[in-house]
């Protein structure tokens, strides 16, 4: 059987301290170049690997953050989670990563799975209306926790997000200050997640404060996925009175009714405006190119990360709430309405 290294041995080969190899491994970061590769070249020469459960053992303290995600075919929860394991790696915290699927079942079983694991923090990119007792035990058990695409109304939980309702309500307010009166609404899941109703309000007021009656024969709730749109587009054009212009509260919804505009020969923004919501890379991309909503996924993942595990590493949990600005990004797909 072959002999397995210890982490002395690494340090005495690389001519180092112990703290320096635990350095090394938990944040290279903090180690100049020369000497974090000196150490990484003789762990890969001597086919060292860390045993991350046994240390998290013997320091009583786990290095596993939890995340939960709606989906990872929306590539913008993909950019913030991207954000949130590169700040992890930097101070030596893994991520475990689950789907949520939009399913509130699926969302506890999760949920509950982090805290039999007791995993060091969780980060929830949002949650269902049915999970907040499990939420509650998460932060009473004692394990940060942190809502990310969000602005919670709950003193107990800290947050890094932005306003959904007056992103979607200044979008609202953008078609109709080019001049359109009825605007339909393709929309995710707003009658189990808070942020997507949020985004619903916004558009409802926005046509509340101007005079406009809400039609809910304009309101689609769908999935958030290309196919949704497609379909709900269809439907909204189908219409014997069909709207002038399509918020889609969704890139990958507006993406998807786009199609379906092409596939019933009407043209963008000649014969309907359609707008999105997130900026995702494809938003620059499509033909013609989408008016959105921009959301600084990146920077949320970010600051998340870094704000949760200052909490962990500290052990003093204070209250952290932070609120970032969307920007409304205009291209060619909303125009003023043929007369």
């Excluded at 809502?147 to 309500?169: P, S």
């Excluded at 393709?186 to 997640?193: K, T």
């Excluded at 189908?238 to 212009?245: C, F, H, I, K």
């Amino acid at each position: 059987m072959p002999h397995k290294m210890t982490m002395q041995e690494i340090a005495r080969l690389a001519g180092v301290s112990l703290a320096t190899v635990s350095r090394a491994i938990h944040s290279p970061g903090l180690l100049r170049a020369p000497t974090r590769q000196r150490v990484l070249q003789v762990m890969a020469e001597h086919r060292y690997v860390y045993n991350a459960a046994a240390g998290d053992l013997s320091r009583q303290r786990s290095t596993v953050i939890g995340l939960t995600v709606p989906t990872t075919q929306n590539p913008i929860f993909a950019t913030s989670t991207l954000a949130i394991e590169e700040r992890a790696q930097e101070k030596g915290f893994s991520i475990i990563l689950g789907n949520t699927r939009y399913n509130p079942d699926t969302e506890r079983q999760l949920l509950q799975g982090f805290l039999e694991r007791r995993v060091a923090g969780i980060i929830l990119t949002g949650y269902a209306f049915q999970q907040e007792d499990i939420v509650r035990e998460i932060v009473a058990s004692g394990i940060p926790c942190l809502v990310i695409w969000e602005q919670l109304a709950d003193d107990a939980l800290d947050y890094v997000g932005f306003d959904n309702r007056e992103a979607a309500r200044a979008m609202t307010d953008y078609l109709i200050a080019l001049g359109h009166r009825r605007i339909g609404l393709i929309i995710g899941p707003y009658s189990r997640i808070g942020r997507v109703q949020k985004r619903f309000d916004g558009y409802r007021q926005a046509l509340q404060g101007h005079g406009l009656a809400l039609d809910p024969d304009l309101v689609i709730e769908n999935a958030p996925v290309l196919e949704d749109g497609r379909e709900a587009m269809g439907r909204l054009m189908s219409l014997p009175e069909p709207p002038t212009a399509v918020f889609a509260a969704s890139d990958l919804l507006a993406i998807g009714a786009l199609r379906a505009t092409k596939e019933m020969g009407l043209r963008v923004p000649q014969d309907v405006s359609l707008a999105g919501f997130d900026d995702i890379d494809f938003a620059a991309y499509c033909d013609p190119p989408l008016t959105t909503m921009r959301v600084p996924s990146h920077d949320i993942g970010q600051l998340a990360a870094t704000v949760l595990m200052e909490t962990i590493e500290t052990g003093q949990p204070q209250r952290r709430r932070y609120s970032l600005n969307t920007d409304l990004i205009m291209r060619a797909s909303c125009a003023a309405p043929r007369a």
